[in-house]
């Protein structure tokens, strides 16, 4: 078998336009069976491209390697190896590639220097336009804290961002409700489940329940500041069980 061996598979350009490396060597190289590959000299075509597609012949015969400088301006070097004499029986082909380095980027943008001042306002949407303290002011009850931070960077531009918080003031003194009335009502129901609606069912004392129906007991509540709380409870008055069996002797 016969095939090609490359010093490098690519070469790499930089921004000024050297190569690196500057020279490729192409080796051609024979084997048989399991025997050590050994030098072959056959005829060495070598190319250049800019585009991949159209080629220019740089170099063109017999050799078993030959190293080769590619133009700067070129973005492909190939080489194919044929039997020696002449092109008809191409035997291997390799390709090595010129990579360009990017353009070099913008300076990174840094932070030249920060201030966090304070202003208290009088309300919390519109920022204050009195003039800004760089320590924390004293905030009377009910006004605003607002705190600006400024930020300048090395490109001369600048970020202002403002925050704010609300120092509240007291509450009015709460108000503790106390019982003025207490009223409690009875009412005789078939439901255990739903207390009766009709008012004209509640009554003062307990009535006398009949087997197998229910007592509601009512309870409202009415408090000093004339909220009223209503509570339920029931109880059922069960009716006799089936007479038992007669016992034994």
């Given at each position: 078998m016969y095939y090609l061996q490359t010093s490098t598979y690519s070469i790499v350009k930089n921004a000024a336009g050297t190569l690196s490396p500057t020279k490729v060597t192409f080796s051609a190289k024979s084997k048989t069976g399991t025997s050590n590959p050994v030098?072959?000299?056959?005829?060495?075509?070598?190319?250049?491209?800019?585009?991949?597609?159209?080629?220019?012949?740089?170099?063109?015969?017999?050799?078993?390697?030959?190293?080769?400088?590619?133009?700067?301006?070129s973005k492909f070097v190939r080489c194919s190896l044929y039997l020696a004499g002449g092109k008809t029986t191409l035997l291997d082909q390799m390709t090595v590639a010129i990579i360009s380095d990017g353009?070099?980027?913008?300076?990174?943008?840094?932070?030249?220097?920060?201030?966090?001042?304070?202003?208290?306002?009088?309300?919390?949407?519109?920022?204050?336009?009195?003039?800004?303290?760089?320590?924390?002011?004293?905030?009377?009850d009910g006004k605003y804290l607002?705190?600006?931070?400024?930020?300048?960077?090395?490109?001369n531009t600048s970020t202002i961002a403002y925050s704010v918080s609300y120092k509240a003031a007291n509450g009015q003194n709460g108000k503790s409700p106390t019982v003025t009335s207490t009223q409690i009502r009875y009412a005789q129901s078939t439901s255990g489940t739903s207390h009766p609606d009709t008012e004209s069912d509640w009554i003062e004392t307990p009535p006398a329940v009949i087997a197998g129906r229910y007592m509601w007991t009512r309870t409202i509540v009415t408090y000093s500041d004339n909220a009223t709380s209503t509570s339920y409870s029931v109880a059922y008055n069960g009716t006799n069980g089936q007479p038992g069996t007669n016992g034994y002797n």
């Open positions: 030098n072959y000299t056959g005829r060495l075509f070598i190319e250049e491209s800019t585009d991949g597609s159209t080629w220019t012949k740089k170099y063109d015969n017999d050799a078993s390697s030959k190293e080769h400088g590619p133009a700067a301006t353009a070099k980027g913008a300076d990174g943008i840094t932070v030249t220097s920060k201030s966090v001042t304070y202003q208290v306002g009088n309300d919390g949407t519109s920022v204050p336009s009195g003039e800004w303290q760089s320590s924390v002011p004293a905030v009377a607002w705190t600006k931070t400024e930020v300048n960077y090395s490109d």
